[in-house]
């Protein structure tokens, strides 16, 4: 996997390189990121990379020749890579991401990532972005944490990644419903026990338990997914158990 990231503050991605996960994928050279400074495309000798917008408003505008200049030059870097890289602006407006578009993004292999700044960046610079993409509905001061978000995330389907292979399938969002809950030692922690089933090596027990606890978690937490899926004949039992059990608790 090879990621390009456009910044006009690229030490803000010194911490998530350099740290755990991740810092690994890069050693182990599973995964590339190289980082370009946007004001390195800069004309003047000021290194001016933003202006003021035409028709008026408030704040500034990324300007189109350094990120042009940047993209361009990311692409012909690699021109020995048949693939070209799949360019995303990052910005409040964009696609939500989620797990599946997080899949997706992985499976392009090489992603150029734009960080804008400001109130945005030049217009005419879409015509190189293949997608905008937003990590909620909110709005940040730029670009960049998003980007380690996404970073973060495309990053652990890397093979390799992420250790246990099982957990990546297995994990809230990638199954039905969000995760079951798990425990680990002490067995008894301030009057709090950890459930009897996990200790008593019946696997085929555990997997009921943590199939009910799993749409328990749903249920409490997620409500909404229960109403656009479809339920197997035990998935339905056991919600109606839980739902029972629930407002038996709640009274
Ligand atoms: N830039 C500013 N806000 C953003 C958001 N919510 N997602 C992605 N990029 C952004």
Known sequence: MRIDIITIFPTMFDGMLSCGVISRAIKDGKIMVKIWDLREFAFDKHKTVDDKPYGGGAGMVLKPEPLIRAIRKIKTEHKRDENSPFVIYLSPQGKILN??????????????????RYEGIDERVMRFVNEEISIGEYVLTGGEVAAMVVIDAVCRYVKGVVKEKESLLKESFMTKFLDYPQYTRPQVYMNMKVPEVLLSGDHKKIQLYRLKEAIRNTYKKRPDILHNIRLSKLEKKFLEEVITEENRRRK
């Open 99 to 116: 797990q599946k578009k997080v899949l997706e993004l992985y499976k392009k292999k090489w992603l150029v990532l734009i960080c804008g």
